[in-house]
T-cell receptor, first 115, second 115 residues
Framework: KAGVTQTPRYLIKTRGQQVTLSCSPI?????VSWYQQTPGQGLQFLFE???????NKGNFPGRFSGRQFSNSRSEMNVSTLELGDSALYLCASSLVLAGGQDEQFFGPGTRLTVL | KNQVEQSPQSLIILEGKNCTLQ??????????LRWYKQDTGRGPVSLTI?????NTKSNGRYTATLDADTKQSSLHITASQLSDSASYIC??????????????FGSGTRLQVQP
């Protein structure tokens, strides 16, 4: 079974631009979560989608948004990029919504650099 | 504020040696604690998960322990291999029903195994 895939793997943008990252979950998984990972802050939860609906949201500004399609693939968008948005963006999929001991499977991430 | 503290921040050991990584948390109430391994340029992979009623959980050469009274967990790696070089992240979930926004991540321990 194929794992979680993320595209692109690397991205370089300049301040003020916007960016869209894509995530394809493991086949059959309906929950997709997004995380930002930086050396200073570690992993931070952005949002979770299940059945095309945002079910959980972390403490990030409205410049960060996402959506999920009917095939469970998900995209996240960051508008008006800032230098501090430089990070590894990780997508994780799971069978169900968070709860109990469900395991998330992470993709390799998209490394975003904002110049 | 819920926090997860990991120590040491980084560690260098010789191949074949054992090591122990520490995770202290203040998350309450507590549901489960998970250890992840993250290779450079890859997403985290789950090693073990423990609920508050479990004291130890093994996965091959990895053994995690949990003391829910002192709110401490450790990850012991036996007979280290070069492939163990990675970051190890401790993640605590406060409750079955609070969703992923409540996950608290440690900043990780970077382990380097040298030949």
């Amino acid at each position: 079974k194929a794992g979680v895939t993320q595209t692109p793997r690397y991205l370089i943008k300049t301040r003020g631009q916007q960016v869209t990252l894509s995530c394809s979950p493991i086949s059959g998984h309906r929950s997709v979560s997004w995380y930002q990972q930086t050396p200073g802050q570690g992993l931070q939860f952005l949002f979770e989608y299940f059945s095309e609906t945002q079910r959980n949201k972390g403490n990030f500004p409205g410049r960060f948004s996402g959506r999920q399609f009917s095939n469970s693939r998900s995209e996240m968008n960051v508008s008006t990029l800032e230098l501090g948005d430089s990070a590894l963006y990780l997508c994780a999929s799971s069978l169900v919504l968070a709860g109990g001991q469900d395991e998330q499977f992470f993709g390799p991430g998209t490394r975003l650099t904002v110049l | 504020k819920n926090q997860v503290e990991q120590s040491p921040q980084s560690l260098i050991i010789l191949e074949g040696k054992n090591c122990t990584l520490q995770c202290n948390y203040t998350v309450s109430p507590f549901s489960n604690l998970r250890w992840y391994k993250q290779d450079t340029g890859r997403g985290p992979v789950s090693l073990t998960i423990m609920t508050f009623s479990e004291n130890t959980k093994s996965n091959g050469r990895y053994t995690a322990t949990l003391d829910a009274d002192t709110k401490q967990s450790s990850l012991h790696i036996t007979a280290s291999q070069l492939s163990d070089s990675a970051s190890y992240i401790c993640v605590v979930s406060p409750s079955r029903d609070t969703g992923r926004r409540a996950l608290t991540f440690g900043s990780g321990t970077r382990l380097q195994v040298q030949p």
